[in-house]
């Protein structure tokens, strides 16, 4: 067996290289996190062959002084801490000082910076981490690092490298992720002399539009939990855009990208009553804390870190996207922002960059006018079918509509002067637009309902636009949210008694969770009882779900009970349980509503939380605007 020896400093750096440098995307975040650490605006990225040949990164920070160029090449040398208080409060990004140490031993690395304070830039380059002298070089304020043949000493790990493509991948996510968390810094990337994309200083809503995408920012809830010594800031998606991916989810503390355990529990627990467990929310999440309250001294890429009080985090990022996603209804955000455009995709029809003018819209058909054709009929899948409305539904319709439509009747100051002033004639079409803004001041966010269409969608007419409503949705969340709020106040739900007990055949199953918890389904508003061993008695039923199907709530709500497996975690499932109750209580597809239950269930969502989506995540309702029908019927173009 050897000796006990020390190793070697280059052995070392190339140690460390593999801890800190595990392909060309590690390399680039140590070089850019320094060019952010020395006050940059402006950081430009090139790359070649997917950052394996080249990596080059030039800033206009503060720049280096020439004489401390080999100490920026050197093991544990740095501008950034100098004793262990500072380390415990850091808030730079880098604080190691081994980055481009490791880097130099494993690349032939070239160090160009100049101050503001210099007549000129100093150069030093380093080759398998062996230095060489500085000399003297033409540069703008700031430092450029280039980085060539990363890896070219260590075959073994080059190797390990997976195509020019995929490397080329995680570098450009990489630097959106630093882009993403400086907003207020340009950055541009080139990929083999091609440009790829250049930011310039943005706010954070144009940055996370321009990383994220559209349908993003256009389905984004900004989202503030107020000042105080731990703030919570940023952009998150309405329910109704999450995806089966969990690529677009971003953590920052202090502006430091992370992945914490506790953060995305915590983001998930506020999006569970509005998301199905399959699906995950995209977000940008900025958390603001004392640098002593986070330990980032964990692991050498430091995207792992530690909370002093994990407990206090998770909650504060729990009730405040929970506080937003909560005002997710229809009087104060759409359930789904681009319900027009998805359609005009459908239809192969652009959608409308601009409104489209009165004077736009044609009076007449133009057959010179050169108008695209529209696109050509596709019958539905199934033909839909117009029901006539009876005597007693016709005269029920008038007169809810009627009412809905009243307007209180103002006494005329000029009544009592009689009858001997002449009448003054209104400007042609004035009357009807008063009237029209009248009527428009008392529509309510979701409108009227106008028809039930094939069963299960409500047509509803707003101010300015045609509302399409899924009714069984709308109803299961507007049930859940009841059910959970009675249950949070008065501790149980409101049962209500059948005057016929309804019976039904039970399985073992099912016969053993009524055994075990029978008590606790009381609290749910469910009186069953067994009538001998393989049929259970179906005495009351949750006073809000009587119209139900009744038997398939029971058996639901028996099986929920029997796959939590004890009273703790039934505890932990209610509000599941509660959903599940909701959905089984709900107007089901092809239920026929009168207009007044169309009506009172749209007040309902109006007023009902997190009511845009139902407990899965899917829209309750989507809005096409007179702007986007337009578009449909090329009015205007």
Not at 241 to 268: E, I, P, T
Not at 538 to 561: C, G, T, Y
Request: hydrophobic letters at 40%; a negative charge.
């Amino acid at each position: 067996m050897m000796r006990i020896a020390p190793l070697p400093d280059h052995l070392i750096n190339q140690i460390a290289a593999g801890e800190v440098v595990e392909r060309p995307a590690n390399a680039l975040k140590e070089i850019v996190e320094n060019s952010l650490d020395a006050q940059a605006d402006k950081i430009s990225v090139e790359l070649e062959a997917g950052g394996i040949r080249l990596i080059r990164v030039t800033d206009n920070g503060s720049g280096i002084h020439t004489e401390d160029l080999p100490l920026a090449l050197s093991r544990h040398a740095t501008s950034k801490i100098a004793s262990l208080a500072d380390l415990e409060k850091v808030c730079s990004m880098g604080f190691r000082g081994e980055g481009l140490a490791s880097i130099a031993s494993v690349s032939r690395l070239t160090l160009t910076s100049r101050r503001p304070d210099a007549g000129h830039a100093g150069e030093i380059r380093a080759q398998d981490g062996k230095l060489g002298n500085i000399g003297a070089a033409a540069h703008p304020l700031g430092t450029t690092v280039e980085v060539a043949d990363l890896f070219f000493n260590t075959p073994a790990r080059r190797k390990f490298l997976k195509s020019e493509s995929t490397e080329y991948a995680h570098c450009a996510t990489m630097l959106e992720r630093l882009a993403l968390a400086h907003p207020q810094v340009a950055f541009s990337l080139k990929h083999n002399g091609k440009s790829i994309f250049d930011y310039p200083a943005q706010n954070l809503a144009e940055r996370v539009a321009a990383i994220m995408g559209p349908e993003f920012a256009a389905a984004s809830l900004p989202i503030d939990s107020g000042p105080g010594a731990m703030r919570l800031t940023g952009i998150i998606a309405k329910p109704t855009f999450a995806k089966g991916k969990s690529n677009q989810q971003y953590c920052f503390v202090n502006r430091r990208f992370v992945r914490d355990k506790v953060m995305l529990h915590a983001v998930k627990q506020a999006y569970r009553d509005v998301l199905h467990q399959a699906l995950t929310p995209a977000f940008v999440l900025f958390l603001e804390l004392p640098p002593e309250n986070v330990d980032v001294n964990v692991h050498p890429t430091k995207t792992e870190i530690r909370f002093r009080d994990s407990q206090a985090v998770h909650q504060l990022i729990f009730h405040t996207l929970d506080k937003a996603l909560s005002a997710t209804r229809a009087d104060q955000t759409e359930s789904v922002n681009n319900a027009g455009e998805v359609l005009h995709q459908m239809l192969g029809i652009d959608a409308p960059s601009h409104p489209p003018s009165v004077s736009d819209r044609p009076t007449q058909t133009d057959n010179n006018s050169g108008r695209q054709a529209p696109a050509a009929y596709t019958p539905a899948a199934r033909a839909p079918q117009q029901r006539a409305l009876s005597l007693r539904e016709s005269q029920a319709a008038l007169d809810t509509y009627a009412k809905l439509y009243q307007q209180s009747a103002e006494p005329d100051p000029l009544s009592a002067f009689g009858s001997s002033l002449p009448p003054v004639a209104a400007p042609s079409g004035l009357d009807d637009e008063l009237a029209g803004q009248a009527a428009a001041a008392e529509t309510p966010p979701l409108g009227f309902a106008i028809a039930q269409l094939l069963g299960i969608y409500i047509l509803a007419q707003a101010e300015d636009s045609l509302l399409l409503v899924d009714m069984h949705a709308a109803a299961e969340r507007v049930n859940y949210e009841k059910m959970k709020q009675q249950r949070e106040t008065a501790g149980r739900l409101a049962s209500q008694p059948l005057l016929i007990a309804v019976s039904f055949t039970a399985s073992h199953e099912e016969m053993a969770a009524l055994s075990d918890y029978g008590d606790k389904l009381s609290e749910f508003g469910l009186d069953l009882s067994p009538l001998g061993e393989n049929s259970i008695a179906i005495r009351a039923v949750p006073a809000m779900l009587a119209k139900s199907d009744v038997v398939e709530l029971a058996r639901s709500i028996l099986q929920e009970f029997a796959q939590a497996g004890g009273s703790q975690t039934i505890t932990a499932l209610e509000n599941q349980i509660l959903a599940t109750m909701a959905c089984h209580g709900s107007v089901r597809a092809g239920r026929r509503l009168t207009l007044p239950e169309m009506n009172a269930l749209l007040r309902d969502m109006e007023n009902t939380p997190r009511s845009n989506q139902c407990n899965h995540g899917r829209p309750t309702w989507v809005k096409l605007t007179l702007q986007q029908l337009d578009a449909l019927f090329l009015r205007g173009q």
